[in-house]
């Protein structure tokens, strides 16, 4: 893979992709979204547990706010987003990072990572999904490296509009979330509401073990 990827010429994973929702919002969330302070704990929390210098997987990257935050702090970022709209604006902020496009269920890669975040990204998947999802998580991470991800706050599925589009959600309580983590092989570290307006938003921070 190349370290740098231009905005025109993005690694394309699945051409079949359904980008419209966020392609439609990219300009207002790339406007509005900022890393919130709620968060800031979660993101030192993961880095504590990394390598100084790790290559780091986000995946579901939008415009590149956690992105960005890994770089300035020494890591190597690659990001996925199957929205193109989001990624050439994760491209502007962040030049330096290698940028994926892709859904995350395809995703083919051929390298392990030395940790990975999906924050507010899972809960767009089908629930019926995550459990294969998170196995694929544990099977691109290196031994004894972190994963940090946000899943919904309670069970079931759902549309709701955001700046005027609708999305979709989907998600088990958070009770089960957390039995398909360690049964795919990791070790919670942390695991809260940390919003618990609407339907509720839970940060994990996991770690794969040292015995693969």
């Known amino acids: 893979m190349r370290n740098r990827t231009r905005a025109s010429d993005f690694v394309l994973m ?9 392609d439609l919002i990219a300009d207002q ?32 990257c939008g415009p590149g706010i956690m992105t960005r935050y890994l770089l300035d ?36 890669l051929t390298r392990r990572y030395q940790g990975i975040v999906a924050w507010g990204s899972v809960f767009h998947i089908p629930r019926t999904e995550h459990g294969r999802l998170f196995s694929d998580m544990y ?9 940090l991800l946000s899943i919904g706050g309670s069970e079931g599925e759902f549309t709701a509009p955001m700046f005027g589009v609708d999305f979709f959600y989907s998600g088990h309580s958070p ?26 938003h839970v940060a994990v921070l996991c770690r794969k073990p040292e015995k693969d």
């Not at 099977?139 to 994963?147: P, S, V």
């Not at 009770?175 to 609407?198: H, N, Q, T």
């Open 29 to 60: 969330w790339t406007q509005e979204r900022k890393l919130l302070p709620r968060e800031k704990p979660y993101l030192e929390h993961f880095i504590a547990l990394a390598i100084p210098g790790a290559h780091i997987l986000d995946l579901g």
């Open 175 to 200: 009770d089960v979330s957390l039995a398909c983590l360690r049964y795919a092989g990791f070790e919670i570290v942390r695991a809260e509401v940390d919003d618990p307006s609407s339907r509720g």
């Open 73 to 108: 702090r020494g890591f190597r970022v690659t990001g996925v987003d199957s929205s193109l709209e989001m990624l050439r604006r994760a491209q502007l902020t962040c030049p330096e990072a290698e940028f994926i496009a892709g859904d995350m269920l395809t995703l083919k």
């Open 139 to 147: 099977r691109w991470l290196e031994q004894n490296t972190a994963l």
């Open 14 to 22: 699945d051409p079949m992709l359904n980008r419209a929702p966020y």
